[in-house]
Nanobody, 115 residues
């Protein structure tokens, strides 16, 4: 069985920081692309950040310069460092681990940015 588990969400003030973590138990972890998605209330799920097996990264325009995605293949972990958080960043954040037709999702972790 494959497990994808996010952690690190919570309530933070505007301008603050959070670091999300995702542990994925898939075999062959290093070959997978990994991404963080988010879904705000009433909105569609959107890609926030992606990191390839080679370490190449992509970010949504709305988070460029503020968020950083990284991976640790030895620990089978992916991280999302979120700085200078804005209320618009409030959403449920989901970790995705994918390789062609194989696609695994975590349960999501709530991030709320509010004063």
């Amino acid at each position: 069985q494959v497990q994808v588990v996010e952690s690190g969400g919570g309530l933070v003030q505007p301008g603050g920081s959070l670091r999300l973590s995702c542990a994925a138990s898939v075999s062959g972890f290093s070959y997978y692309a990994m991404g963080w998605y988010r879904q705000a209330a009433g909105k569609q799920r959107e890609l926030v950040a992606r990191i390839s097996s080679s370490g190449s990264t992509n970010y949504a325009d709305s988070v460029k310069g503020r968020f950083t995605i990284s991976r640790d293949n030895a620990k089978k972990m992916v991280y999302l460092q979120m700085d200078t958080l804005k209320p618009e960043d409030s959403a449920v954040y989901y970790c995705n681990v994918g390789l062609e037709i194989r696609n695994y999702w975590g349960q999501g972790t709530q991030v709320t940015v509010s004063s």
